[in-house]
């Protein structure tokens, strides 16, 4: 289904080639700055050489602004290639449904075509324009930040890793609650646009016939249950980052705690400390990007 469907993609293929290329090149220069980072603190500000902090200050701010361009160059590489998608797929849409018999059109109704047409081409280019950086970023992120984190210190390591499957579930969870309530939602959207179109064609024999009343009530019942199904959606998508919060936190004290005392003993600098909690907020961050 996903091949057919980004098959409409051909023409704008190369933008979205170039923006996974400014999103992963971005993922390197940002887990460069920790690195760098950590060895501003180890060896610049505990010798206090000034000249070397000044200088790894300059190559953190060099990463910061070579991210920065390619972020705003894989967002608008992605956007165009979401937008040219949405544009093709309404295209094909519309042909397809030219191409219908009075028969075949009769299987469906009107409000349907419409919302078919609408909102949910635009769920679908908006879902390729945003999504194109978490679904590529997040699993690189994951693995990179993961390898580099048990590089630092791989016992330090262990002890955020007994707390990320805990992180893993929940999101999980999550989405599996959330993605059927999305389907309910596009089906309210769906009864609203139906009874809207309803009225506006059938809007004389409505005022004829004295049934306002009548259909206001239906307008609503039906608006109320697109409130509803829309408030249950987003309520439990909301859940995400309370979750990763309440989960996260926890894992960073012990990170402190342990930390402070692997310091102590020598066995780890306070820079690789600062670095080792650098490559858990992203590791965190990449679970956020891959369950959104």
């Given at each position: ?58 190559q953190m701010v060099g990463c910061a602004l070579i991210a920065l361009v390619l972020g705003v160059g894989s967002a ?217």
């Amino acid at each position: 289904m996903l091949i057919r469907l980004f098959s409409y993609m051909n023409q704008y293929k190369k933008y979205a080639a170039l923006a996974v290329v400014c999103i992963m090149t971005e993922g390197v220069f940002e887990l460069l700055v920790p690195l760098i980072m950590a060895d501003l603190i180890d060896v610049g500000v505990s010798s206090g050489d000034r000249a070397y902090i000044y200088m790894k200050g300059l190559q953190m701010v060099g990463c910061a602004l070579i991210a920065l361009v390619l972020g705003v160059g894989s967002a608008r590489f992605a956007a165009l290639t979401g937008q040219g998608l949405g544009a093709e797929l309404r295209k094909a849409e519309y042909e397809k449904l030219q191409g219908y018999s009075f028969a075949n059109i009769d299987h469906f109704r009107s409000s349907s075509l419409v919302t078919r047409l609408t909102s949910d081409v635009t769920n679908i280019q908006n879902a390729v324009s945003m999504g194109m950086r978490p679904f590529c970023r997040g699993p690189m992120m994951l693995v990179v930040a993961t390898g580099v984190a048990f590089s630092i210190n791989h016992t330090l390591a262990l002890v955020f890793f007994v707390a990320l499957p805990i992180l893993a579930a929940a999101l999980f969870t999550i989405t599996m609650k959330v993605r059927p309530l999305y389907s309910r939602m596009q089906t309210a959207i769906d009864t609203v646009n139906r009874i809207i179109q309803e009225n506006l064609t059938a809007v004389r024999i409505v005022k004829a016939c004295v049934r306002g009343d009548y259909e206001v009530e239906k307008f609503e019942e039906g608006n109320q249950n697109l409130r509803q199904e829309s408030e249950t959606a987003f309520r439990l998508a909301a859940l995400n980052m309370p979750a990763m919060q309440f989960v996260m936190y926890g894992p960073i004290l012990a990170i402190l705690l342990f930390g402070g005392y692997l310091i102590q003993k020598g066995s780890m600098k306070v820079g690789e400390l600062t670095g080792f909690l650098s490559y858990v907020l992203q590791i965190l961050n990449s679970l956020m990007m891959i369950s959104n």
